[in-house]
């Protein structure tokens, strides 16, 4: 029993090598993100409350760009692993492609509609002011935001060829360059040290759009200078040329990762506007404990990751579909492990977390609460991500928006409308919702894994 969800040295080696990198990056990004919500938290409850709107909007954009680069990278790991650098060129080309596409196109829709989005969110019981401020403080943020969504998107299709093929360790010192360099300029630029000015919400999105780009530079820069690591870059912009099958193949496979993703952004921002209509105390509560519970995520977000790629190396290099299942089985055990343990962090500090923010003790007392209630919930969500990578690896990417974007629009958000509209029930109980939701996907998600349809080799085709 133990050999069944127990590795050996070398297959932990393998998983950790891919595993790590991505910790490192994803949770000094998020732990640089947790100190930027509290220095803004410093400035004010209104000033953080329209950060965290517009960041639920930026959530959006930010998976349809992960999206977008995800079907394209479904070959990109397979192509790494049966030694393809033309294939390789060619996913990245339309990363390029599609990941500017989409940014464009989203910052017209942020500039023109920006306010009337976060409106949306400020729609709770409280003093009209109050909302007015947070709107004034939320579209401050956001104009300055558009600047870095361009970098965002280019740097994102670079960082994830690079950790398709087995270059994970360059995104990640470039995003700790990044958050290094976000950190030191909010300091100084939210609240005007070493003759700075001050600039409050402002500075903090300067200091996001400047990092960007410093981690956009850092990943090109690298890729570019070392050809002899990334055979498949050279000639990468003499054209565009994507062979009409592969892009074709890629936009059958990839689209519904897209599609995806944005169903799935989408219904994590309607649920959380949903949530903020129990009240404007429920917008700052969720944020505070919203930002301390992605931190603790970022393991098993990161070992969902490591399975999607590690699987698809597989698969591209011809291994039996038993030994493909017996990985995930044993990475899957490891994410759950280590999940656990978070979860009992969490607990224990879900009481002193809140009581840095500058904020009303009433917003501390709900934070509290929900940060518990999320924890609970982290056991099924590590293994929802295990499964949805594993089944997205294999280009089964038609079902896993049945997965993971059909739930949440067909049963999670249709319950939360209706306890948020036609009863009086409190947040404390509505946010249960997820977590049911979640508990469903684990039976549906290990029904599909056992099945192991989800196993195809797609760069034999």
Known sequence: MLQKFIGNRAFYRRVLAVAIPIIIQNGITMFVSLLDNIMVGQVGTYQMSGVSVVNTLFFVFNLCIFGASAGAGIFGSQFF?????????????????????????????????????????????GNPQDAADTLRYGREYLNMMLLGMLPFALSNAYASTLRET??????????????????????????????????????????????????????ACWTHLHKDRNPYIRGIYRSFYIPGKLFKDICITGMPLLINEFLFSLGTAV??????????????????????????????IALGSSIGIIMGQMMGAGDKKERIQDAFTKMTA???????????????ISGLFPKIYNTTAEVRTLATKLICIYACG???????????????????TLITTVFDSGFIWFISLPITFILCHFTSLSIL?????????????????YYVIKRGHWIQNLSIK
């Open 166 to 219: 087995g270059n994970a360790k360059i995104p990640m010192l470039a995003s700790v360059a990044a958050v290094l360099v976000n950190l030191v300029l909010n300091y100084l630029l939210i609240f005007g040290y070493m003759g700075f000015p001050a600039m409050g919400v402002r500075g903090a999105a300067l200091a996001t759009v400047i990092s960007r780009f410093a981690e956009l530079l850092i990943v």
């Open 429 to 445: 109980v509505i946010a249960f919702v997820p977590i049911f939701t979640d508990m469903l996907k684990c039976l549906f998600g």
């Open 378 to 396: 982290m056991p099924f969500s590590a293994y929802v991500h295990a499964a949805y990578f594993a089944m997205r690896s294999g280009g089964k």
């Open 81 to 125: 692993g049966s030694g393809n650098q033309d294939g390789i060129r060619h996913t990245f080309r339309f990363k390029i492609l599609i990941c500017s596409a989409l940014a464009v196109l989203v910052m017209g829709i942020f500039g023109i509609f920006g306010s009337n989005l976060i409106s949306l969110y400020l729609q709770g019981d």
């Open 271 to 300: 649920n959380n506007q949903l949530q903020s209509t129990c009240g404007l105390d429920v917008l700052p509560a969720a944020n505070i404990s919203g930002i301390v519970y992605n931190l603790a995520c970022v393991v098993f």
């Open 334 to 348: 490891l994410s759950m492990a280590a999940t656990l343990i978070l979860t009992g962090v969490l607990f224990a």
